[in-house]
């Protein structure tokens, strides 16, 4: 049987707040760059009860993307339960008190559509798109579930028992999703940021619904929600949101995200075998939140390191030092702590300590003596923007970015300023 090392390895980035764990408020230090012009045309409401809204007309769009995004990811799970807004995510296609299981799935189907959903550190999302004709059915659906699940305990042990071999298949007998477990692990120890979304083994063995029904409870009020529409919006929108959803019951007040005691920084590393023909390398530097004034620089940093031929670190593993078959690194985008994360899959007979070995010294060495050029960061804003704006080419890509910022950013213009950010990044800012 061939065996393989997967290499996780957590290290320092040297940049102005590499530690800090406070909300953007706290940091002193976010996006404060003019913001471009998207026109008049996005609109941000907000109800009494405090439901966001955000839509965005595009005259020329004939289909709608309907985003609904909830400020409750698995940062919030309680520590021994962890997986709840996992497994509540699975929950919401089930049976409310109106609609039987499978309903909302049909109705799309029929109408050449599907549901969509996903869960991550901050957020919980589900999505679809549909014609303009669809749109009212499709958000009585959403205001359904939002407040109205039927909680039958069959359809709950139907779900816990899918999303624990999710959980055996994707983290357990996947190399990948055991490397990412460990490198969260490592980087945020017992901060909610550190905990595998899909949940740790024991919890989701021990889980019940009532954990479930606190979570919900707790976290699917409306003042928790941002809808988000995007494409042919009909007029009149904004009365059938208020119709539909007006009524609903605030969720407690939100929880508090302060500071946890992260980890002490400084090289760690963590040697684990799996099944497979070559080595690989899993790398991470604590950074910073979506709004810190750093995030741009360092997103633009690890497009001038990887993710493409000529990027640094991409060139000297893939072609002159012949270790690895592919680099891959990003900047995180949460609403707290950030993870500037690298992936390297070595060649046949390249050990991973080796290629850490070698990626840490590049990385010395930049910060120190081989300062990155205009003509990389020109190169690296070009392919940031391309992937950026073809994502918004579509309207359910759009709604994702305006989704996502008006959580992880408190608005939907964040994404605006952060993409205006982007654009301004000098090699100056990027070296510092």
Request: proline letters at 4%; charged letters at 20%.
């Amino acid at each position: 049987m061939s065996r393989a090392v997967f290499f996780i390895a957590l290290a320092l980035l040297a940049t102005k707040a590499a530690d800090t764990q406070a909300s953007s408020k706290a940091e002193g230090a976010t996006m404060n760059r003019a913001q471009p012009s998207w026109g008049t045309n996005l609109i941000e409401r907000k109800l009494s009860n405090g439901l966001r809204v955000v839509i965005l007309p595009q005259p020329s769009a004939t289909t709608v993307a309907i985003h609904t995004w909830f400020d409750s990811g698995s940062a919030l799970d309680p520590p021994n339960a962890t997986g709840v807004a996992h497994l509540l995510e699975h929950l919401m296609f089930k049976s409310t008190k109106t609609r039987h299981s499978g309903q909302f799935d049909s109705f799309l189907e029929s109408h050449g559509s599907h549901a969509n959903a996903a869960t991550w550190l901050d957020w919980t999302v589900f999505h679809q798109v549909v014609l303009p004709q669809q749109v009212t059915e499709v958000l009585r659906f959403e205001a359904d579930r939002m407040q109205g699940l039927a909680w039958r305990p069959d359809e709950f042990d139907t779900e816990l028992e899918v999303v624990r071999n999710e959980r055996r298949e994707q983290v357990e007998d996947q190399p990948d999703g055991r490397s990412s477990e460990l490198l969260y692990a490592l980087a945020y120890g017992k901060d909610s940021y550190g905990h595998p979304t899909i949940g740790h083994a024991a919890d989701l063995k021990s889980m019940r619904q009532s954990a479930l029904r606190d979570h919900y409870r707790r976290h699917y009020g409306p003042n928790r929600a941002v809808v988000v529409m995007v494409g042919a919006i009909s007029q009149g929108i904004m009365e059938t949101i208020e119709a539909l959803y007006g009524e609903m019951k605030s969720s407690p007040p939100a929880p508090e995200r302060g500071a946890t005691k992260l980890p002490a920084l400084g090289g760690r590393r963590v040697k684990v075998t799996t099944k497979g023909q070559s080595d690989r390398l899993h790398m991470g530097w604590r950074s910073v939140a979506v709004t810190h004034a750093d995030h741009p620089e360092l997103t633009v940093l690890a497009e001038v390191l990887a993710n493409a031929e000529s990027a640094r670190l991409t060139e000297a593993l893939t072609r002159t030092r012949k270790l690895a078959s592919v680099v891959s690194l990003h900047q995180t985008m949460t609403q707290r702590t950030g993870l500037f994360e690298l992936q390297i899959d070595a060649l046949p007979g390249v050990s991973a300590e080796s290629v850490a070995d070698v990626v840490e010294r590049m990385i010395d060495d930049l910060l120190k003596q081989q300062a990155v050029t205009d003509v990389e960061v020109k190169a690296a804003q070009r392919r940031l923007l391309a992937r950026r704006y073809n994502t918004l080419a579509s309207a359910d890509g759009c709604a994702e970015l305006l989704g996502m910022f008006s959580i992880i950013a408190g608005s939907a213009h964040g994404a605006q300023r952060w993409i205006s950010a982007i654009e301004t990044v000098t090699a100056v800012d990027v070296q510092r």
